[in-house]
Structures are given as C-alpha cells and as structure tokens.
C-alpha cells in the first residue's frame, strides 16, 4: 500500500508569488490534516479536511492561506503572496474515516518551502 | 486547551544501551490517545508507537515501550537496545478522541545513539 504522497518535496519561491502544496492520502483514507514545522520548532496543525468540507482550520492563518480537499484528486495548501516567513515544511497526514486506527494519523514525507 | 512538554531538548545514549525519553501533558479530557513519532534527518514523520488512555497496559513495538501513568499525565517512551538508526528527534503528540482532529505536539527531544 502507498502511504501519504506529497508533491513537489522542495518548493522555492520568491516573496509575492503562489505555493501550491500537494498531498494524496493513503489509499481509502477520507481525513486529511495540514501541519507546519517552523525551523528546530515541533509540529502545528493548520487545517483538517474531508472530502470537500474544511472541518477544522482553527490553526491556518486567516489570510493568504487556503485549503481544499476535492471529491476527485489530491488535497491541496495553497499560500498566495508568500513572505519569508512562510519558510517552513509543511506536512499532510491522513487517517481512516473509523475504526481502531481512525486517531492515527500516517504523515507524508513533507514539502520544504523556502521563500527567497 | 491541551499541552504537550517535552523537557528534554537533547539527548545521548551508546549503542545497544536503554534511553527514557520524558513527555507530560496537559488536558480535561477523559478519552484520548497519545502517540510518539520519529523524525530523522531525512525529516519523515514516522509513528514508533500509540497508547489508548483507557488502556492501563503500556504499549511495547519491539525494542520500543511506554510507561503511561494517566493520574500523573506522564507518558515516557523507553529505547532499549539502542541503534545507530534510532539517531533522530522524538515527538510526542496527543489527541484527543471527541474530536478526532488536531495532534497536538511537543518540542520534541534530539537523541543522539552513539558507539
């Protein structure tokens, strides 16, 4: 089984532009989580999703930050207009919609965003 | 709101010897589940083991146990028979079983196996 994929795994962008994060949960999962992981700091969850409904996004920023997660295709981070402190790995996780397993959460490999 | 502490930035341990790492926290909750993950250099997240709050036997993976004392809100994570491999920092999260949504995380604690 595949686990969590994400995509592009390095992202580099110049301050203003557009990051699109990417993230395709293992197979059968239907919950989607967002965290952030600032330099030598822990993780933050940003965003929970299912298919096609935000369920928590308590912990994204209220501008310039979106999430999605479409009925069809991968979820998706978006950041508009990035600044340098937005540089930081961004990690998707996903769990079983029920069961024993459902807390668990199987994280992907990151993407590492540096904003120039 | 829940809190996780670690208080132990770094540690050390030779080869094939037995580590405790420490991690508290803090919560109202009844019914949850706490969790220790690895992250080694190549920065992937990956889930060493889990323990069920309403579980009173530790969880155990292999070389991997934890010693969860619920009233004291402790949840230590014991490596025995360390290995070169286990070199990477060591997260504990919890969450929370109502909602089902947010890990919350520690600092986490760097842990060094040396020869």
């Known amino acids: 089984n595949a686990g969590v994929m994400q995509n592009p795994r390095h992202l580099v962008r110049r301050r203003g532009q557009e990051a699109r994060l990417r993230c395709s949960p293992v197979?059968?999962?239907?919950?989607v989580y967002w965290y952030r992981q600032l330099p030598e700091e822990g993780l933050k969850f940003m965003v929970y999703?299912?298919?096609?409904?935000?369920?928590?996004e308590s912990g994204m920023p209220k501008e310039r930050f979106s999430a999605e997660f479409p009925k069809e295709g991968p979820s998706i981070l978006r950041i508009q207009q990035v600044v340098r402190g937005d540089s930081a790995a961004y990690f998707c996780?996903?769990?079983?919609?029920?069961?024993?397993?459902?807390?668990?959460?199987?994280f992907g490999p990151g993407t590492r965003l540096l904003v120039l | 709101a829940q809190t996780v502490t670690q208080s132990q930035p770094e540690m050390s341990v030779q080869e094939a010897e037995t580590v405790t790492l420490s991690c508290t926290y803090d919560?109202?909750?009844?019914?949850?589940?706490l969790f220790w993950y690895k992250q080694p250099p190549s920065r992937q997240m990956i889930l060493v083991i889990r323990?069920?709050?309403?579980?009173?036997q530790n969880a155990t993976e292999n070389r991997f146990s934890v010693n969860f004392q619920k009233a004291a809100k402790s949840f230590s994570l014991k490596i025995s028979d360390s290995q070169l491999g286990d070199t990477a920092m060591y997260f504990c999260?919890?969450?929370?079983?109502?909602?089902?949504?947010?890990?919350?995380f520690g600092t986490g604690t760097r842990l060094q196996v040396t020869l």
């Open positions: 996780a996903s769990s079983p919609q029920d069961g024993r397993w459902a807390e668990t959460q199987y």
């Open positions: 197979k059968g999962h239907s919950h």
């Open positions: 999703l299912q298919k096609e409904n935000i369920i928590d």
């Open positions: 919560t109202s909750e009844s019914n949850y589940y």
């Open positions: 323990q069920e709050a309403y579980k009173q």
């Open positions: 999260a919890f969450i929370s079983t109502g909602t089902a949504s947010k890990l919350t």
